[in-house]
């Protein structure tokens, strides 16, 4: 399939149609109050598709960034845990500047990882690389408890963990599947409140 068709496609669609499902999903809150998951949210709203010819991951105004609406969502998103005193034990995010802003303005701060960088262009070797770095992780935060992290990574990230789609904004709870991967065990909405 086309990427750009791809992702065409689930833009079409709008937050809405994630935010329907999220919202039916009570148990979120209660996972991750327990522990031992990870919250993986895709980017608050950058308007746009892909980042322009030529971007810097070392320069922000070269990259595709948070619009207003983008850094409304990543404030709502840290209001929703602070609400509740659910405390990441770690922020981690990808080396771009959307995935940084997205994860500081929710949780105060973020630890840069490059296993959550964007995968579009990524050799397949580099793909099977990060993947196994995810899973590690992954395996890792699923043996603490009390206790979550956060990471901040992009749609076609979050489809190679699960193989499902994400709206800018949108969260969810995953843990290790039966075969180490990444599991989905409840979803947030990309409007928290």
Do not use: Y
Not at 17 to 43: D, K, T, Y
Not at 159 to 177: D, F, Q
């Amino acid at each position: 399939m086309n990427r750009r068709w791809a992702i065409g496609a689930l833009s079409a669609c709008g937050p809405w149609a994630w935010g329907s499902i999220a919202r039916a999903n009570p148990q979120a809150e209660a996972l991750i109050r327990q522990g031992g998951v990870v919250v993986v949210f895709r980017h608050a709203d950058a308007p746009g598709t892909f980042d322009p010819p030529g971007f810097s991951l070392n320069d922000c105004s070269t990259q595709r960034n948070l619009g207003p609406h983008g850094r409304e969502q990543a404030r709502q998103i840290g209001q929703w845990f602070a609400q509740r005193g659910l405390k990441p034990q770690a922020v981690r995010s990808s080396p771009w500047c959307r995935c940084q802003d997205t994860a500081r303005l929710a949780f105060g701060a973020a630890e840069v990882w490059p296993a959550l960088g964007s995968t579009v262009g990524v050799s397949p070797e580099d793909t099977t690389a990060r993947t196994a770095q995810w899973r590690q992780a992954l395996q890792a935060a699923s043996r603490r408890r009390p206790g979550f992290e956060v990471w901040v990574t992009h749609q076609f990230v979050m489809s190679a963990m699960t193989g499902r789609s994400a709206a800018s904004g949108e969260g969810w709870v995953i843990g290790p599947g039966p075969d180490g991967a990444a599991q989905i065990l409840a979803t947030l909405p990309p409007d928290l409140s």
